[in-house]
């Protein structure tokens, strides 16, 4: 059983950034991978990044290429989104999962969800 915990949402003005921690309690083997998405009110669930445990490749939306980051710190057993010059449209509540099976952009795809933390940027 994996349990994981968001932290570092908040508000922001257009521009800024912000960095968001996933952190994981109980093994994360390397066929694991660590996945961002992200829900604003009214819509569905979106795809942000993810990290392949095992051989760190990583994946991106097109939406926040160039602008976001993910990392991860395995010592620690947690995992990081870096945002910057973040754009009102980037608000919502952001979700850290987990996939035993490794790497997709599609939700249904992930064993494990964190609560959540809201990010809002305003303009």
């Known amino acids: 059983q994996v349990q994981l915990v968001e932290s570092g949402g908040g508000s922001v003005q257009a521009g800024g950034s912000l960095r968001l921690s996933c952190a994981a309690s109980g093994r994360i083997s390397s066929s694991y991978a660590m996945g961002w998405f992200r829900q604003a009110p009214g819509k569905e669930r979106e795809f942000v990044a993810a990290l392949r445990w095992g051989d760190g490749y990583i994946y991106y939306a097109d939406s926040v290429k160039g602008r976001f980051t993910i990392s991860r710190d395995n010592a620690k057993n947690t995992v990081y989104l870096h945002m910057n010059s973040l754009k009102p449209e980037d608000t919502a509540v952001y979700y850290c999962?987990?996939?035993?099976?490794?790497?997709?952009?599609?939700?249904?795809?992930?064993?494990?969800w964190g609560r959540g933390t809201q990010v809002t940027v305003s303009s």
């Open positions: 999962a987990a996939a035993r099976g490794g790497l997709s952009t599609n939700s249904g795809y992930y064993d494990y």
